[in-house]
C-alpha cells in the first residue's frame, strides 16, 4: 500500500506506458500472424506517444495556445514571470508565464510521430497484402514453409 | 517461442519500470522536461514566452511545428510523400490482366439494399461538403486554433474515403484521380520546399521566412514567418490528402484500382 502510494500514483502515467508498450512487444516477437504483428507494433507506438505527451503535462495549465484578444490583454498581463526572462517584445502585452501552457514540444513531436506511425502502417500492410498475393497465407509458418519448399524447387 | 517471448517481454517490462521512480511527478511544471535544469530555460519555455513575439502566430505548436523545426517536418511530408511512392510501388498493377471479380452491386439488389444504399447515400451528400469545408478552416486556421496541415489534410483526404466507401471506388477516383492525386502530392512538396528555396534565393538560410518580406506585400518581418507558415501548412496538406487517399485506393482494391471494396 505504501508502494503503491509513494511509487504507483505519482508515476502512473510511466507505469501505464510500460505495460501497453510490453503489450506491443508481445505482440510483435510471439504472435504468428503479420496483421496481429502489426496491431502490436501500433500499441507500442501509441504507449511511446502516450510517454512524451504525458511527459508534457503540468498541473493547472491549460493547451499551448495564447490568448490573442487585439484589445483585451488582461488575462495575459496577469501573469507573472516565474521563470525565464520576460519577453522584450514590441506588442503590448506583459511576459507569459511558461507554467500556465502545457509543454508545447513533446506535442509537436508526437504530431509527426503520428504521422510516421501512419506511413509506416500504410506500408506494412501494403507489403503483407503482396505477401498474401505470393504465399495465399499471413501466417509466418507457412510462409516460411512456402519459402523452403520453392527455394527447394529452385534448387532442383 | 511463446515462453522465450514472454520472459523476454517481462524482463524488459521491468527494466523500464525500475527506472520510474527516478522519473518526475506527473504534472510537474517544474520538471526538467518542462523547466530546464537549473536556472537554464528550456527550449519549450523560450517557446510559449517567445513565440507571440517572434511570430504572431498564438497556436505554439503550428509555430513550433512550421517554423522553429520546419526543416523537421519538411522532410517528414516527404516521409509520408515516399510511404505512398512505394505503396504504389508494391501494390499498384499496371495494364496486367484483370480478373473479373463478383461485382458488388450485384449483391445489394434486394429491397434492403436499396434502403441501405439511399440513406447512405444520401448521408454522405449532406455530410461530404460538411468535413472538406470543416478541413479547409482546419488548414487556414491552424494559426489561431488547434489544427494545421496534417490534420486538415488527413480530414480532407477522408472525405474522398468516405465516398468510396459509400458509393465504390470507381465513383471517389472520378472526383480525384491517380494522376491528380500523384501531382497534388508532389505539388504539396514543391510548395513546401519552394518556401525554402526562395529564402535561400533571398541570401538567408533554407526556411528562414523572415527575408520573404521582401517579396510578401505589405508585410513586415513577423508577419512574413506567420504568412509564410500558412502556405507551408497548405503545401503540407496538399501531400497528405494525396497520400491518405492514394494508400486508401492502393490497399482496398489490392493495386488494381478498379472498385474497391
Not at chain 1, 96 to 109: E, I, Q, R, S
Not at chain 2, 87 to 113: E, M
Not at chain 2, 153 to 170: E, M, R
Request: proline content about 4%; some cysteine.
Amino acid at each position: 500500500m505504501e508502494f503503491l502510494k509513494t511509487s504507483v500514483i505519482p508515476h502512473f502515467n510511466y507505469w501505464v506506458y510500460v505495460i501497453l508498450m510490453m503489450i506491443g512487444l508481445h505482440a510483435m516477437i510471439t504472435k504468428n500472424n503479420l496483421i496481429k504483428k502489426l496491431v502490436g507494433m501500433t500499441i507500442f507506438q501509441t504507449a511511446i506517444i502516450l510517454f512524451y505527451v504525458s511527459i508534457g503535462v503540468k498541473s493547472g495549465s491549460t493547451i499551448p495556445i495564447l490568448e490573442h484578444h487585439h484589445d483585451d490583454h488582461a488575462e495575459v498581463a496577469a501573469a507573472d514571470a516565474h521563470h525565464g526572462e520576460p519577453a522584450e517584445s514590441d506588442h503590448d502585452s506583459d511576459a507569459v508565464n511558461p507554467d500556465h501552457f502545457a509543454n508545447p514540444l513533446p506535442h509537436v513531436l508526437m504530431l509527426t510521430a503520428i504521422v510516421v506511425g501512419v506511413s509506416t502502417l500504410g506500408v506494412a500492410l501494403a507489403v503483407s497484402q503482396s505477401i498474401f498475393k505470393d504465399f495465399g497465407s499471413l501466417e509466418e509458418d507457412e510462409i516460411l514453409e512456402k519459402i523452403k519448399q520453392g527455394g527447394a524447387a529452385i534448387d532442383d | 517461442m511463446k515462453w522465450f517471448g514472454l520472459i523476454a517481454t517481462a524482463f524488459t517490462g521491468i527494466l523500464l519500470l525500475s527506472a520510474v521512480g527516478d522519473f518526475a511527478r506527473f504534472g510537474d511544471p517544474h520538471s526538467p522536461a518542462n523547466a530546464g535544469v537549473g536556472d537554464r530555460p528550456s527550449v519549450s519555455q523560450y517557446y510559449i514566452t517567445d513565440t507571440y513575439a517572434d511570430t504572431k502566430v498564438p497556436n505554439i505548436v503550428t509555430a513550433v511545428l512550421a517554423d522553429y523545426r520546419g526543416y523537421d517536418t519538411m522532410f517528414e511530408t516527404v516521409v509520408i510523400f515516399a510511404a505512398g511512392i512505394s505503396i504504389f510501388a508494391i501494390l499498384r498493377s499496371l495494364g496486367g490482366p484483370v480478373v473479373p471479380v463478383s461485382h458488388p452491386q450485384a449483391i445489394d439488389t434486394s429491397v434492403d439494399g436499396d434502403h441501405q444504399r439511399i440513406i447512405i447515400g444520401t448521408t454522405c451528400r449532406l455530410m461530404i461538403p460538411v468535413i472538406q469545408l470543416f478541413a479547409l478552416y482546419v488548414v487556414a486556421h491552424g494559426h489561431h486554433s488547434p489544427g494545421g496541415g496534417f490534420q486538415g489534410g488527413v480530414i480532407l483526404g477522408a472525405s474522398f474515403i468516405l465516398l468510396a466507401l459509400a458509393k465504390d471506388l470507381g465513383t471517389a477516383l472520378g472526383r480525384f484521380s491517380e494522376k491528380r492525386y500523384l501531382t497534388l502530392g508532389c505539388v504539396g512538396i514543391m510548395i513546401y520546399a519552394g518556401f525554402g528555396l526562395l529564402c535561400q534565393a533571398l541570401e538567408r538560410n533554407l526556411l528562414d521566412y523572415e527575408i520573404l518580406h521582401r517579396i510578401m506585400p505589405a508585410t513586415d518581418a513577423v508577419m512574413a514567418r506567420s504568412h509564410s507558415m500558412l502556405g507551408v501548412e497548405v503545401g503540407v496538406a496538399f501531400t497528405v490528402t494525396a497520400i491518405m487517399f492514394a494508400i486508401y485506393s492502393n490497399l482496398s482494391s489490392n493495386g488494381r484500382l478498379d472498385h474497391g471494396l
